[in-house]
């Protein structure tokens, strides 16, 4: 019997308790739940009332713990509305499409007059083909004679919706009742359907906050360290953040292991520089977790590697993503810079893109001037070039996109990497910021990044 597979779409803008308890319910009938929030729609202009990147992190938020139910974040990657001929196209492979649907959509069915078939794009094709899985809506009678040939109804009566939370946000109106506390967090932390333009950073605190400890107990003054935390850590599923003990190194990996769990991360320095980690002695001087600290939700690069057989593997990074020859022959790589070739023959070891938050590491070595870390840009940094003369790095704009491209792959290969993870040998990396990835850093209120950037440029 083929696997069933509900797709369960919409804008989820934003997703509350109402949505979660229809994605739990279709998890106890179906044996896997995908949900698909989705990219901008002409027909609905406010999904773009929020950036992508927030409504994803909201999405995580909400569904992410729920079993049986995996949140599918291309939409916002891509930056479009998938529609549901295509979501069929997509997922037949895998088993038995079942598209999740309001009762209201199948109003006139009997007459062909229904929404689904009268606007979907191949509606009425869908109409006798699919399976539908139909959500009992208040106001909305169903009638047997408006039912397509395929179709489950799902005996579930929500009240709720992301229209009656946008606007109690609006007015300031608590909406406890309405998402789950996280999700209220979150959204008040960074002014989500408030401000006109959300904020990146926030003040407040860590105060009585249960975390997850992630931490290399091997290395004395990681254990030593941890000392001071000991004993107030919870397993992963309790936690309401992630608190690293480590150098740089290991807050990558804990980045690259749990930013989907959407929790913020706290990290205590126990290497050398420790950009992204706060430094034990601001840590030590007060209670822990502290109660004063500062959030920063820092954005993530998107990058395809195509590799020597032409396939395409896509990627998220924190910090940093590069080429680099693979034999002692210099690499020739062009670039292109949204479209435009900008360097036609890049002499070189290689070349790397970097975020703001990346400049301080691999970018800063190649001889880049690091960035603050909420400076609105990404770096493209070449490493000992030798053509063209002169050219070191650009500084690129958030809707940037970028191809790094190996000229002679055959003669001159090249490797890739992600936040030193190896990728193997590729042809080319398709680079930009990311629309749905970031992770949430947390800062001690002392903690003075600028001061650390400073340091760096002028080799305090």
Not at 17 to 24: D, E, K, S, V
Not at 364 to 377: E, H, K, N
């Amino acid at each position: 019997m083929p696997k069933r597979i509900a797709i369960f779409g919409g804008s989820f803008n934003p997703p509350g308790n109402h949505h979660a308890a229809i994605a739990a319910r279709l998890a106890q009938e179906f044996d896997e739940v995908r949900v698909i929030p989705c990219g901008p729609r002409p027909d609905k202009p406010t999904t773009d009332s929020v950036p992508a990147v927030y409504r994803a992190a909201l999405a995580d938020i909400v569904f992410g713990g729920l079993a049986g139910v995996t949140v599918d974040l291309s939409d916002f990657e891509q930056d479009t509305f998938t529609r549901n001929y295509e979501l069929q196209t997509r997922f037949a492979p895998l088993g038995e499409v079942w598209h999740v649907v309001g009762a209201d959509l199948l109003v006139g069915g009997a007459r062909g007059e229904s929404l689904i078939q009268r606007t979907w794009k191949h509606g009425a094709e869908l109409w006798q083909q699919a399976h539908f899985a139909v959500l009992k809506r208040p106001g909305y009678q169903l009638n047997d004679g408006d039912l397509p040939p395929h179709v489950q109804i799902i005996e579930l009566l929500v009240e709720g919706s992301s229209t009656e939370i946008r606007d109690a946000l609006s007015r300031g109106v608590p909406v406890g009742n309405l998402v789950p506390p996280r999700a209220q967090a979150y959204m008040a932390r960074y002014g989500l359907y408030r401000a006109p333009v959300p904020g990146n950073w926030a003040r407040g605190t860590l105060e009585g906050a249960q975390f997850f400890l992630q931490a290399d107990t091997a290395i004395p003054k990681v254990r030593d360290l941890c000392s001071a935390v000991d004993g107030k850590h919870v397993a992963m599923q309790d936690a309401e953040f992630i608190s690293v003990i480590g150098g740089d190194g290991a807050m990558l990996r804990s980045i690259r292991e749990h930013w989907r769990a959407r929790l913020p991360f706290f990290g205590i320095n126990a290497g050398h520089l420790g950009f992204l980690l706060n430094a034990p002695e601001q840590v030590q001087a007060h209670s822990f977790p502290p109660s004063d600290v500062i959030f920063r939700q820092m954005p993530m690069l998107f990058l395809e590697f195509e590799d020597e057989d032409g396939q395409r593997h896509s990627a998220h990074g924190f910090n940093d993503a590069w080429l680099e020859r693979a034999t002692s022959q210099s690499a020739w790589l062009e670039i292109t810079v949204n479209n435009v070739p900008r360097i036609p023959k890049l002499v070189c070891d290689g070349a790397l893109v970097a975020t703001a938050a990346g400049s301080t590491a691999y970018a800063r070595s190649m001889g880049a001037a690091p960035l603050l870390a909420d400076t609105p840009a990404w770096l493209l940094v070449g490493s000992n070039v030798l053509q063209p003369a002169h050219w070191r790095s650009a500084l690129l704009s958030p809707d940037t996109t970028v191809e790094i491209r190996n000229i002679d792959p055959l003669h001159r290969p090249v490797q890739a990497y992600v936040d030193g993870l190896s990728r193997g040998r590729v042809v080319a990396l398709h680079a930009r910021m990311s629309r749905a990835a970031a992770a949430e850093l947390v800062f001690c209120a002392s903690h003075d990044m600028a001061e650390k950037i400073a340091a760096i440029q002028f080799g305090a």
